[in-house]
């Protein structure tokens, strides 16, 4: 009778040691600034278990949820040193699970890392079509969607190894800082190469290589001195997410009723999210709505939500050594919950850039989410956000290079963009850009070399931080209208047998090194410029179709002259005295050539001069 006893109970805690399959995040660090750390414990049926800690840890909650395959255990990490520490399962008063638990030992000044800001230029990768450096990793037993590169939608391949591979050629450019669309898994059965349906928020995909991987994309970087943003999706998560598939609770996500497996396409009508005016039901299928059926709306209204996508951040800055955040799809989310989120992140790291995607036409719209916005102050929010996307600049760029001059068109567009700069709080610490991953090629709107160089002049030269898309420095171009894949081409190179590789100099077409050049001088030169880099802004409203600024500091200033006029066009510098100040001479960083300022100035037809003022 005790043999049979002693058999019984071995297999019921054989059973309960099968039962914890995971604990998120599987590590952490002493030392935080903030000590509240609360872990998710995934297995079947756990949450009868009682958790205890060792070396003193104080558990100051465990929270049970709907779904029993969960437990969330919330901790105190204040004056825990690193090391192992012991966490004990018991159900009753027997101990039926011990796991160790590590806490590392952070980076020496990991709190107050430095960020990126307007003395960089970030380039934007699309890691499956920037370069394949490990073929093998292509297609892996773990993942749905097979290597494709005949079709424009599916996975090609590319890869950490690959961006890894042609750091250096970034460095040429002249690129600070990297910002590559997401790394974390996705494993959606189609479509799933951008990213952004991410199924394990703790784990990069295995096409793209390993967290070591990641970690050393960063380290490399940093050795070249460059920095590493990742992109990361708070709004939604993939439909193949291991927690999706195993809810925690049923407003993990906002699931609605009506819906086919809770689907509600959002509206995206973002305004609702400040309009005193809007009707509750349409600020709803906007915040709550799903981006796509793939994509389920997370619940950022969910404490736990926002304690587990915090803590995710978090944990991947620390780990890999990350310079930044970019955030997608900011303004679609809950605004307390995301501001909350933001918060947590810059409270531990305060040094740290975070921009998010606020796809909006309205200078006021998207100043509203920006941190100390006076505008949302009217209605008591903060989002905490340190830096949003010049989207605003980026519709005028689409038009401004071949339209008629006007009362409101041609060059002027651009001047009324930066006539609205005062309502932006921190007007250096916006990002600025012609083209993404997501909108038409700059060189499909305008095919010719000579339109590149007066938009690269100016996004070059501007308040913010300017950011370039991969391909557009050897004349990519790109179709939205035939599908996102047309905008998300193979980088020449990339691949083992293409018939160009341009990333080296002989590897480039004639027409290829053209842009490349231009881009690699006004890059280099704009590393050092610290009126470019914090300088304020002086413009002129423009005449004929020429628009004329200065950046300047007290101990440098600089003048932009953009000619979008297809003749040559005579300033009489008189009307610039202002800007010129006491100057008589300027040369023009992109020709070498020195310009006398002192009557007047030529400048030729759809052509810029940069000059340095001296």
């Known amino acids: 009778m005790k043999k049979i006893f002693t058999i019984t109970s071995l297999l019921i805690f054989s059973a309960v040691l099968a039962q914890i399959q995971k604990i998120e995040p599987a590590f952490w660090w002493s030392g935080m600034k903030n000590p509240k750390l609360q872990l998710l414990v995934y297995g079947k049926d756990i949450n009868d278990l009682k958790p205890e800690f ?111 591979k042609n750091l250096d050629y970034l460095g040429e450019l002249g690129v600070t800082t990297l910002w590559n669309t997401p790394l974390l898994e996705d494993n959606e059965p189609s479509y799933s190469y951008h990213g952004y349906a991410q199924s394990d928020y703790y784990k990069i995909d295995p096409r793209y290589g390993t967290n070591d991987d990641y970690k050393n994309l960063a380290n490399e970087l940093h050795k070249r001195k460059m920095k590493l943003v990742m992109d990361y999706v708070t709004n939604h998560w993939g439909s193949k997410s291991w927690i999706i598939q195993d809810l925690p609770s049923k407003d993990w996500i906002h699931y609605w009723e009506d819906g086919k497996n809770g689907f509600q396409r959002s509206n995206y009508r973002m305004t609702t999210q400040f309009d005193t005016n809007a009707a509750k039901v349409d600020e709803a299928a906007c915040m709550d709505g799903w981006f796509d059926t793939t994509m389920p709306d997370m619940n950022q209204g969910n404490q736990l939500v926002i304690n587990y996508m915090a803590q ?124 993404n991953h997501d909108t038409n090629r700059f060189n499909q709107n305008y095919p010719k070399l000579e339109d590149y160089k007066l938009a690269m002049s100016l996004i070059l030269t501007v308040r913010g931080i300017p950011q370039l898309y991969y391909g557009s420095e050897i004349g990519m171009a790109g179709d ?58 002086l413009h002129y409203v423009p005449n004929n179709n020429v628009y004329v600024y200065f950046r300047y500091t007290d101990k440098g200033r600089v003048m932009v002259v953009i000619n979008n006029n297809k003749e040559t066009q005579n300033l009489d510098l008189k009307r610039f005295s202002e800007g010129i100040h006491n100057f008589t001479k300027g040369k023009d960083i992109i020709s070498d050539k020195d310009f006398d300022l002192k009557t007047n100035l030529s400048v030729g037809g759809k052509s810029s001069l940069i000059l340095e003022l001296k």
Do not use: C
């Not at 638990?101 to 020496?108: G, S, V």
């Not at 409101?408 to 083209?435: C, H, T």
């Not at 047309?486 to 004639?510: L, M, V």
């Open 54 to 164: 060792s070396n003193g840890i104080k558990i100051k909650e465990v929270k049970k949820v709907e779904n029993p395959n969960y437990l969330f255990v919330t901790i105190d990490t204040q004056n825990v040193k690193p090391g192992k520490v012991k966490i004990n399962f018991k159900k009753e008063s027997k101990t039926v699970k011990t796991l160790d638990y590590e806490f590392k030992q952070r980076q020496q000044n990991s709190a107050n890392r430095d960020s990126y800001t307007s003395a960089d230029v970030m380039y934007l990768v699309m890691p499956d079509r920037f370069a394949n450096g490990n073929p093998e990793n292509d297609n892996t037993p773990d993942t749905a969607e097979k290597s494709d590169r005949t079709q424009s939608g599916g996975r090609h391949g590319g890869d950490i190894a690959g961006i890894i």
């Open 480 to 537: 939205k209208g035939k599908g996102d894949g047309d905008i998300r081409r193979d980088f020449p190179g990339g691949w083992a047998g293409d018939a160009n590789n341009a990333f080296t100099k002989s590897g480039r077409s004639s027409s290829q090194n053209e842009y490349f050049d231009f881009t690699k001088k006004l890059l280099n030169w704009r590393k050092g410029n610290e009126a470019i880099h914090q300088g304020k802004t």
């Open 312 to 435: 995710n951040a978090i944990w991947w800055i620390e780990y890999a050594g990350l310079d930044g955040l970019r955030v997608d799809t900011y303004s679609y989310n809950d605004k307390k919950g995301i501001a909350e989120w933001t918060k947590r992140i810059t409270d531990e790291y305060p040094k740290l850039n975070i921009v998010g995607e606020v796809w909006m036409h309205n200078q006021a719209q998207m100043a509203y989410w920006q941190k100390d916005s006076k505008i949302a102050a009217i209605e008591g929010y903060n989002s905490y956000l340190p830096s949003v996307m010049d989207f605003t600049l980026h519709d005028a760029i689409g038009q401004v290079f071949r339209e008629e001059p006007g009362w409101d068109s041609g060059m002027q567009r651009v001047y009324d963009n930066f006539a609205n700069d005062f309502l932006y709080p921190n007007i250096n610490n916006i990002l600025v850009f012609a083209e």
